[in-house]
């Protein structure tokens, strides 16, 4: 583990977020996000992957918290999950990595204060420091708590609920073979393109807290060849570089891979097993006006 610095890690991503977004044309999804920032520093392929003991992406939890401070600075509209949108003050915003440092302080004194507690010193935040993180932002804890509740099914339970968001995405006839698996095979369906031609579809649920391998893809695949055009491998953990590379293989049929975090969106998005719930909270940059 790295030795806390004294500064947040995470203050050196708050330009760079800035600057990706309105690459974007002022908002984009958050893995797109993520590859820009990475791609503007030359991050490695390794540190791009680097997981914390929690499971999450140290990287992207890294960006996650400078998007939280932009959104309580009012510089990104936090309204939204998974799209990421500047404000019409963000759109403007030009940010130094110092200039950033003054607004984590400035922010975490502010939280401290509503908590009834006093910050010495403001440029220590009390939650991140560089190292293990271990902290989870608003969005990965949400996102968390779901798929602990996919974990806590039964495997049989699991497949059946894929059968469930599979049929809500317009796949038809789609069969659970329960027991009776077939090289890895959980079940099968059909996607209709048109009204003229449809596509048979084969997929794997992999219940699992760590990375689905090159050879379990492989694996996956062989057994799809000859008998469907394309392969869903539908995981609640990630796919390893390598595993991802060999989904995405020229030449051979195509792995569509839905890993936990496309997971929770996929769910989201149709609201299947989540009820909306209207939340308010203190929207600070409206009252720095009258400090």
């Known amino acids: 583990m790295a030795k806390p ?5 995470f203050i ?14 002022g908002s984009g999804e958050a893995r797109d996000t993520y590859d820009l920032i990475a791609d503007a520093v030359k991050l490695p392929i390794e540190e791009r992957e680097r997981r914390n003991k929690s499971g999450n992406v140290r990287f992207q939890n890294q960006v996650q918290w400078a998007r939280q401070y932009l959104v309580w600075a009012g510089l990104i509209d936090g309204s939204r999950r998974g799209i990421w949108t500047l404000t019409p ?34 440029e220590v935040t009390p939650a991140i420091l560089e190292g293990e993180i271990e902290v989870q932002t608003p969005e990965e804890a949400e996102e968390n708590e779901l798929l602990e ?3 806590s099914l ?7 609920l894929s059968k469930r968001l599979l049929h809500e995405y317009g796949l ?3 069969v659970v ?3 009776s698996h077939d090289g890895g095979l959980d079940g099968t369906g059909i996607l209709r393109l048109n009204p003229f031609v449809t596509m048979k579809v084969l997929f794997q649920c992999k219940k699992i807290r760590s990375s689905v391998s090159r050879a379990q893809v492989g694996d996956f695949r062989n057994a799809v060849m000859g008998r469907a055009d394309k392969g869903i491998f539908i995981t609640t953990g990630w796919f390893s570089p390598d595993a991802e590379k060999e989904a995405n293989r020229d030449g051979v049929i195509p792995i569509e891979m839905v890993d936990g975090e496309r997971l929770v969106e996929l769910f989201e998005t149709k609201q ?9 909270e203190v929207d600070h940059s409206f009252f720095d006006q009258f400090r």
Do not use: M, N, Y
């Open 177 to 179: 073979t329960g027991k």
């Open 5 to 9: 610095t004294g500064h947040a890690e």
């Open 272 to 280: 299947l097993g989540l009820r909306r719930k209207e939340v308010f």
């Open 154 to 160: 039964s495997a049989d339970g699991f497949e059946r």
């Open 12 to 25: 050196r991503w708050i330009p760079l977020l800035l600057d990706a977004l309105r690459k974007l044309g």
């Open 89 to 122: 003050e963000g759109v403007k915003a030009q940010l130094t990595e110092e200039q950033s440092r003054q607004l984590v302080q400035k922010w975490v004194k502010i939280h401290a204060e509503t908590r009834g507690v006093r910050v010495k010193q403001p």
């Open 172 to 174: 038809e006839r789609v």
């Open 149 to 151: 509740v996919l974990q």
